[in-house]
């Protein structure tokens, strides 16, 4: 297990709604990554908070938003669910966000259906 | 045109096979190199890294890089059913964005 917490498991939403994923981090690390995985595709990048800050996004709308607590622990928040949201939401955590020889550990995961 | 290429198989293989797992890149700028076991319905964990060109070895898994072919490998021996799964390839610059492959389905028949 990698200490990587995610809330909540499974989640149900229609279009147009608002939703809210969380994702704890592994004990020390202040850095979470946030990646979508479509059925059958690799994860994609959306967003990276370093010490509460956004370090980097990819090629998402701003619809998606992020926020990083001062414990570490993370939100990712959509706006207006499209039927192409439904995906898997991983949060990956590490230390020290900036540079990529930092080893991302990911938690479990949320299913969102949108409907 | 994808950065990360993965054939994403299915790849069966019999218990005992050495299997080969492959990825191309097309970006010059990736240096840190992983490959990802993750099974169904859970989240990828994490079975190597490695920095620029080389070999790694852990175990049954091996590691390759050849940062002039721009292609990486990962070689299991003795591959057994509990390895059947899908490994996802992925790689990163300096930025900690990873980028990743489609992922290879594994299975591995007893």
């Known amino acids: 297990e990698t200490g990587v917490t995610q809330s909540p498991t499974h989640l149900i939403k229609t279009r147009g709604q608002q939703v809210t994923l969380r994702c704890s981090s592994q004990s020390g690390h202040n850095t979470v990554s946030w990646y979508q995985q479509a059925l059958g595709q690799g994860p994609q990048f959306i967003f990276q908070?370093?010490?509460?800050?956004?370090?980097g996004r990819g090629n998402f709308p701003p619809r998606f938003s992020g926020l990083q607590f001062p414990n570490y622990s993370s939100e990712l928040n959509v706006n207006a669910l499209e039927l192409d949201d439904s995906a898997l939401y991983l949060c990956?955590?590490?230390?020290?966000?900036?540079?990529?020889?930092?080893?991302?550990?990911f938690g479990p995961g949320t299913r969102l259906t949108v409907l | 045109q994808k950065e990360v290429e993965q054939d994403p198989g299915p790849l069966s293989v019999p218990e005992g096979a050495i299997v080969s797992l492959n990825c191309t890149y097309s970006n010059s700028a990736f240096q840190y190199f992983m490959w990802y076991r993750q099974y169904s319905r859970k989240g990828p964990e994490l079975l190597m890294y490695t920095y620029s060109s080389g070999n790694k070895e852990d175990g049954r898994f091996t590691a390759q890089v050849d940062k002039s072919s721009k292609y990486i490998s990962l070689f299991i021996r003795d591959s057994q059913p509990s390895d059947s799964a899908t490994y996802l390839c992925a790689m990163t610059s300096n930025t900690g964005k990873l980028i990743f492959g489609q992922g290879t389905t594994l299975q591995v028949k007893p």
């Open positions: 990956a955590s590490s230390l020290a966000g900036r540079g990529g020889k930092d080893t991302q550990y």
């Open positions: 908070y370093y010490r509460e800050e956004e370090n």
